[in-house]
């Protein structure tokens, strides 16, 4: 009797990913009926994004430059709150609805087990694979059609290099466009890095005063000290903004709430493996839980069960 031949892997799909060959029949018959034409992100555009014009014209010039014969792959890095997220939004909603792409995918890669699922759901948006349990290969097969070459994939938060190789998620063909962002310097190894710096002063203080609501200050000094108090951060200056603006304060009362705040952070700091941004995001973040506490503390442990669940999902019984 003659041994039996190993079934053999398309494009290297990860092992989480492979079915029976029955599921993968099913796969080919949904991707006949696909759209091509997708766009799926689930991160809503930033109208208040202010500044980064530059970056942005960088990478269009990467993406869009002479060479359209590989696969590119651009890695946004930096530090927790630098704004990776919301610039690789405005590309990809920039992109998309100048018809550079017809197919803009997102998908959460902060773990193995979150891309998973992330690429579960997209391809469960598709149309792909509705039965069978191993519902992403279905859409590492339709990323792999020649019609489906002007895509561009979006991995955000690609931060654990050491439990898994997210390269693996990658189509193994030879076109579209992939976008990572990561804090690690050493996703530079994934593709083409472009690390992202936080903002200037005069971008600082426009996203300040835009985030907070006032057309006009008195003290442009106490501005330009308090964005430079919150290190230039574009996170940290969009939720002391938001906070000025819903508290009804002025800079100067936020600057002295912040003082008092930091001081408190540094006797009880976490540890990075626990809070992985910078001191002034935490900061910040304290100010405005604190407020949330006293207004209403319903509300606030309903926060602290969301931050537990993470992104398992809340169960509706425990709300």
């Not at 940290?236 to 705040?261: H, K, R, T």
Request: charged share 20%.
């Amino acid at each position: 009797m003659l041994p039996s031949t190993p079934r053999r892997r398309e494009g290297n799909v990860p092992e989480q990913l492979v079915g029976s060959p029955t599921a993968a029949s099913v796969a080919t018959a949904a991707l006949a009926t696909s759209a091509v034409r997708s766009f799926m992100v689930p991160v809503s555009n930033n109208p208040l994004l202010t500044g980064r014009e530059s970056i942005i014209k960088r990478m269009r010039d990467f993406f869009f430059g002479s060479d359209h014969s590989t696969q590119k792959r651009l890695v946004l890095t930096g530090l927790g709150g630098v704004g990776k997220t919301q610039i690789a939004t405005a590309f990809a909603y920039d992109s998309y609805s100048k018809m550079r792409y017809s197919t803009v995918l997102w998908f959460f890669a902060v773990e193995k087990q979150e891309l998973v699922k992330s690429f579960t759901q997209v391809a469960k948006s598709l149309g792909l694979y509705p039965e069978m349990p191993p519902i992403a290969l279905a859409l590492l097969q339709w990323l792999s059609r020649e019609q489906t070459s002007k895509c561009l994939l979006v991995f955000d938060n690609t931060d654990d290099l050491e439990s898994f190789d997210v390269s693996q998620f990658f189509p193994k063909v030879p076109w579209g466009d992939i976008l990572i962002t990561s804090r690690c310097k050493q996703a530079d190894r994934l593709g083409h890095a472009m690390a992202i710096d936080v903002m200037d002063e005069d971008e600082a203080v426009q996203l300040l005063l835009r985030c907070s609501r006032q057309a006009e200050v008195n003290d442009e000094t106490l501005v330009q000290r308090l964005a430079e108090t919150l290190g230039y951060l574009p996170l940290a200056l969009d939720q002391a903004g938001a906070y000025v603006s819903e508290q009804c304060i002025d800079l100067s009362d936020y600057l002295e709430l912040y003082g008092e705040s930091f001081e408190e952070l540094l006797r009880h700091k976490p540890p990075r493996a626990v809070w992985s941004y910078e001191e002034t995001v935490f900061t910040t973040w304290e100010i405005s839980y604190a407020a949330v506490s006293k207004s209403n503390p319903l509300a606030a442990k309903l926060l602290n069960l969301v931050a537990f669940f993470h992104s398992d999902g809340v169960p509706l019984a425990l709300i």
